[in-house]
Each structure stands twice: as structure tokens, then as C-alpha cells.
């Protein structure tokens, strides 16, 4: 009777070390096609991938200097041609005037390019914003 237990186990254990399923352990091929997925999305909606901060203050010309950082927090695409919309209002929140400016650089993943600009904005100008409205790749 042992034998027989001993010889189901042996079988057993054989049958188990000859799995034949066929796994595909090749994984550059699923990493590349990601890859591919996400080039694709951040080249759709650069918008979400850049982000825009800044700072302005006035100069002795009485125009107001905009400094500011592009940030490219994309991890595959590069963006050139960066558009903003700048918005200047008053002390109030009134909507003075709207401008846009092009960044003309290369910004690479991970990558902030610093811009300066200068505006003879309406008399009573407080504070501006700046908005990224798109970006080529």
C-alpha cells in the first residue's frame, strides 16, 4: 500500500513540474507599448502636463514686468512653443485686459524654462494671472 501512495505522489509531483502554459516573459514589448500609450496622452493635452507660475511688478517706465517658470511635468513628450494667456485686473477683481505670450523654447520632461515680459497694462492694474492655453510637441 505504500507503494502505491509513494508511486501517486511521485506521478503527482511530476505532472505538476510539467506545466506546459506558455507565459510571455518578454516584458519590453507591454513596457514599450506603455510607453507608446503615455506619449500619445501627453501629447493630446499638453495643458495638463505644464504648469505656469510667476510674479509682476511695475518698473520705472510704469510697465509691469511679468517674470515666470514653465514647467514640463511630462515624462515622455517635449513641448516648444509654449502659449500663455495673461490677465491683468484691478484691485477689485475687474477683468482690465487679457494678453498672450508665446514661450519660443524647447522644455524637455522635468525640465522649467524662466520667461520675462513687459506690458504697458491699464492704469489701475493689480495683480495678473496666467493661464497656459497650449503647447506644441
Given at each position: 500500500m505504500r507503494k502505491i501512495f509513494f508511486f501517486?505522489?511521485?506521478?503527482?509531483?511530476i505532472a505538476a513540474c510539467n506545466d506546459?502554459?506558455?507565459?510571455?516573459?518578454n516584458t519590453d514589448k507591454g513596457y514599450e507599448k506603455t510607453k507608446e500609450t503615455l506619449a500619445e496622452k501627453e501629447?493630446?493635452?499638453?495643458v495638463s502636463f505644464l504648469q505656469v507660475s510667476g510674479t509682476d511688478k511695475k518698473n520705472l517706465l510704469g510697465q509691469t514686468v511679468v517674470k515666470g517658470t514653465v514647467t514640463n511635468n511630462a515624462k515622455i513628450v517635449t513641448y516648444k512653443d509654449v502659449e500663455l494667456l495673461l490677465t491683468f485686473?484691478?484691485?477689485?477683481?475687474?477683468?482690465?485686459?487679457e494678453d498672450h505670450e508665446t514661450v519660443y523654447e524647447k522644455i524637455?520632461?522635468?525640465v522649467s524654462?524662466?520667461?520675462?515680459?513687459?506690458f504697458f497694462t491699464p492704469k489701475?492694474?493689480?495683480s495678473v494671472a496666467m493661464k497656459i492655453l497650449s503647447a506644441k510637441f
Open positions: 501517486i505522489a511521485i506521478v503527482i509531483a506546459k502554459r506558455d507565459y510571455d516573459v501629447q493630446k493635452n499638453p485686473y484691478s484691485k477689485t477683481g475687474a477683468l482690465l485686459e524637455a520632461p522635468g524654462k524662466n520667461f520675462k515680459s513687459k489701475g492694474t493689480d
